[in-house]
């Protein structure tokens, strides 16, 4: 009775194509822009290197929303689970069967292509929880018992990527699926006892760091302690950013760019490069971008009636703004490197997919808002 | 129904649910884009100027320029201390692509100059490796051309060419002009050349003495470097000066022809224009070749230059000091004939001179001649030319310590001649204010007469006396000594006369005979002919001899160690007639000024004489 109308079968292809949102393309597509400049500019005006390849991941990015917007979100809902154990499973062979690359191992090769399954697990997660929280009463949330499950979902993949070890992709995915738990009404007391909790256990996952992660978080607190070292590229991502001042340097003008002084250009320390060149009115305006962004999905979110779609949206959405909160305020000093890319401008293959596919979730949830869900289908 | 209508209900409740947390955490997401924003600001707006020059200091670094060092010109305008090319070989790092393997071919193509593999890659490792470093220095020009040529199978290698400072007279000047060698630590602050990394200063000599003038100013270049240190491109350049050049009054004939008399001999020579003040020849004997300062002298060298007891590295025309023996008794005959002393007036040589002395057993202190049977008869022409020694006890009495060392220090003892070096010396001397300053004990009637034969405390060098003697005989004008050759400072004013006329005629007439009259004590080496030279010899003692010692018969010069000989002086000055040059020739521990100096300075002038014929002709030829 519930689902006569509004069922997505009833919507056709041409109508769902009518119902994507535009504007948040457009947006992308600007981010994507300016993304492409700066690679550009790193390339040392070399359009054939990182460039290029941006350029095609982010077409296949654009042909993954198109697909996973209009694919049938019951299809998408039925098999959340799947998806989510496979990734699982794909992420904890990874140290068997992936490649290690400055000593961590986080890709595996398919076909001719380098993949970072945990960059994925973030988003097949908040599917996983989308749907488990779908099928619960909003009021039985707060019983202990029904957390049990979520917290396995979201304790199993953040462990498996911290040993890889991958500390910025783990924290991205332990706060993001804290999003889903948010929004079905976990009540404050867990989230103020889990703050507790996590702080407390800060010495014991101390433990389980690698040397170089340990000096980067003693470096954020005390960047003087080695300014040649690990305090250098963070106190060089400072200065670029600083002398940048209001108009920039100019664009491929940037000095501590092109000299070499900042790490890691085309990736983490994108915004550092850009921030010099274009100065504070070219990154105040890129994070105004990110914000409205940010502010439409939430928005996007609302209007879903599904539980499912809801919860997934807002996943989504909050995953992305960790991604851009973590990175910027990463290479403003904020808070210690932990290596996470800055969506649509950073050059990583994996992460560019993942998060586009994100939005590809969303964009299935928003044209397929009136669609209702049935409750308990688990597999 | 009612179910359904519940469960309704519920889920609008959820729904508001949710877009209020929803909306809870859109707006926790937008504060903390605010507080990014913030701190964007804060760093690009609030802070921009600090990072800004932080971010100048990055990528600008300041290099200097090595300005070239001056050129060192003698009298006829040929260099004698200049920079030549030296040849080395430099490696690249980066353009290398077996490091070991281009070492090896390397030694093989330098057979002659094998290098220690080893230690070489641990050298070139600590630097930049795109920075080229000089791994062999000081290559031939044939090894040069052998390896231009051997290239292409050494890949990474590059020949350099440098600038080396180079002494073409090697030993002869080596004490005038010095050496330079790597800048010492106690020259750090006040020589700003100590930044570089391979400059060199002036340790002795001219090159130490001119040092600021012949280094120039230092340029300096603002780069843009990347964060390896790479030098992207220049973006500023302060030109420096290149050292000034000087020319010296030192005539490298002169110079070498008097080096050459010294050969096998310890001791030193000037030679000076009396009318000038200019310096013709300063040599000092042994000397050392500067050249192996300028590849680095290797510590044997070093070493056995310091063990060596006839003082190579000293310069003993100007840092050398003696007692001047009998070349001080003309200006002692000139202090008497300034208190009045008739040189007419005669006293008897017996060839000794008692005096009281209360603090001896016998009351009385005696004074010998250096000829034990006297002179018998002696006036002051007489005195000067036989140098007797009695006469000068007589006269030092009546004229007292105090006008002997007025009319020394006036003629330039006691003082140093040229302001120049820092190892001149400036002797000593003595008179009563002096003893009571420096040995704080009342002056004795004996130490007057002990320094009026120019012995006790008197200490001069080769210089100062050639200096003295040159004054007396250019008419008395006092002359300021130079070794910078200036064009223009032509002494148009009128100069100082030191003396009257009539006392240095006297004086002059004596020195000639002393030189040209049989019984003179420099008869034996006076030149036959037109031009003639004049002068006083002196026999420095360097021991005491004993009242036994003379009653057993004093032993000879020969029989003693080196270091116990008498050093052997001679000042004269030359054509008699017409003086041009004064000479001093002082032999360490020689023997008689006769024997040891006066014929060595016989040599000089008669080379003198003869080039001086030289230059007229080709003047000559030129007009």
Known sequence: MFNSSYSSGNLSYS???????????????????????????????????????????????????????????????????????????????????????????????????????????????????????????????????????????????????????????????ALGSLSIFWAAGLSYRYFISGGLIGLLSIPIAWQFLREYQKERVFTFFNPERDPLGNGYHILQSKIALGSGGFFGKGYLDGTQSHL???????????????????????????????????????????????????????????????????????????????????????????????????????????????????????? | MFDQKKYISKSENTDKQISRRTMILSIGVTGIFALMSSRLAYLQLYRHKDYKSLSDENRITHRLIQPSRGVIYNAQGKPIANNIESYHASIILEEVSDINKALESLNAVLPEKQIDIDKTIKKIKKSKKFVPVQIIDNLSWNEFAKLNSNLYQLKGVFPSVGYKRFYPEKDSHAHLLGYISDIAKEEYKENPFSKLNNAKSGKIGLEKSLDKELRGRLGLKSIEINAFGREIRELKRIEGKVGQSVQLTIDSDVQNFCF????????????????????????????????????????????????????????KSISSYYPPGSTIKPLVALAALESGINPNETFSCNGKHEVEDTSLESGIKTFHCWKEDGHKEVNMNKAIKVSCDVYFYHIARRVGIDKIAEVCRRFGLGDEVFDLFYEEQPGIVPDKKWKRATLGTNWLIGETLVSAIGQSYFLSTSSQLSLAFAQIVNGGKQIKPNLIYRKDERDIKIPTLLAAQSHLKILMKALDNATNEPGGTSYRSRILGENKMAGKTGTSQVRVITEKEREEGIIKNKDLPWNKRDHGLYVGYGPSDRPKYAISVIIEHGGSGSKAAAPIASKIFKFLFRKKMDIKQSVIKNV
């Open chain 1, 260 to 379: 070499n002084f900042l790490p890691e250009m085309h990736n983490d320390f994108i915004f550092t490069m850009f921030g010099e060149e274009f100065g504070f009115l070219g990154s105040i305006f890129l994070i105004i971008i990110y914000l409205s962004i940010i502010l439409l999905s939430f928005r996007m979110a609302i209007a879903s009636k599904s539980l499912f779609s809801r919860y997934l949206s807002i996943g989504v959405t909050f995953v992305f703004s960790l991604y851009v909160l973590i990175n910027i305020s990463m290479v403003m000093g904020l808070i210690p490197v932990v290596g996470v890319p800055l969506p649509f401008l950073s050059y990583g293959g994996s992460s560019t997919l993942a998060i586009m596919g994100g939005f590809g979730l969303l964009m299935n949830c928003y044209i397929n808002q009136r669609t209702n869900l049935e409750r308990g289908d688990f597999f």
């Open chain 1, 15 to 173: 109508e769902r194509i009518k119902r994507i949102n535009y504007f948040i393309i457009f947006l992308i597509l600007v981010l994507f822009s300016f993304g492409l400049l700066a690679l550009y500019s790193v390339a040392e005006g070399n359009f054939n290197s990182w460039p290029k390849n941006h350029l095609y991941r982010f077409l296949i990015g654009l042909l993954l929303i198109f697909f996973l917007s209009m694919i049938d979100i019951k299809l998408i809902f039925k098999f959340a689970y799947p998806i989510f154990f496979l990734n699982i499973i794909v992420l904890a062979l990874t140290p068997i069967i992936g490649t290690e690359v400055f000593g961590a191992t986080r890709w595996i090769k398919i076909g001719g292509i380098s993949l970072q399954p945990s960059e994925f697990a973030k988003y097949t997660l908040i599917l996983a929880l989308a749907k488990y929280y779908h099928s619960m009463q909003y009021a039985n949330t707060n019983s202990l018992t029904k957390l049990l499950i979520p917290s396995v979902f979201v304790i199993v993949p953040t462990l498996i990527v911290f040993i890889q070890p991958d500390l910025g992709t783990a924290i991205v995915i």
């Open chain 2, 260 to 315: 050459d008399l010294l050969k096998g001999l310890s001791g030193s020579i000037s030679v000076i224009d009396v009318n000038t003040g200019n310096y013709i020849a300063l040599a000092s004997a042994p000397a050392f070749d500067p050249n192996k300062f300028s590849d680095g002298i290797s510590s044997s060298d070093w070493q056995s230059l310091l063990d060596n007891k006839y003082k190579p590295l000293i310069n």
